[in-house]
């Protein structure tokens, strides 16, 4: 009786951790140990950051770049001060220091499965 108890409780543990992986897979996360990383919001991140590089010296399409700047400011630091000219781009090196820092804040969150703010 001991024998098939045990046999019922681990099939009963073994499809519980196979849910568990399958409901991983359908929400677009990655687990590896302790980390469970949200790849949607990962992609939409990155995705953002890259518009802003693409767009530095564009000034015709700036709705662009200010849109993506403001999905960024939403999770870490934009210095909109250093925007505050006429051609609302960055000045000196404030680009290049808000970018390591939005690169550094996922970086360290990414573990954390970082959901969208509403």
Do not use: H, P
Not at 26 to 38: A, F, H, Q, S
């Amino acid at each position: 009786m001991k024998t098939f108890a045990a046999l019922v409780l681990s099939i009963i543990l073994l499809s519980c951790k196979t849910t568990t992986i399958a409901a991983v897979e359908t929400e677009n996360l990655e687990r590896y140990g302790d980390c469970v990383e949200n790849l949607t919001f990962k992609k939409k991140y990155f995705e953002n950051i890259s518009k802003v590089d693409s767009l530095m010296n564009v000034g015709a399409s700036r709705l662009g770049k200010d849109k993506s700047l403001g999905f960024i400011s939403t999770y870490t630091y934009v210095d909109w001060a250093s925007m505050a000219n006429y051609s609302r781009s960055y000045t000196g090196g404030a680009y290049e220091k808000d970018r390591k820092g939005w690169i550094l804040w996922y970086d360290l969150k990414k573990c954390i499965n970082i959901q969208f703010k509403k």
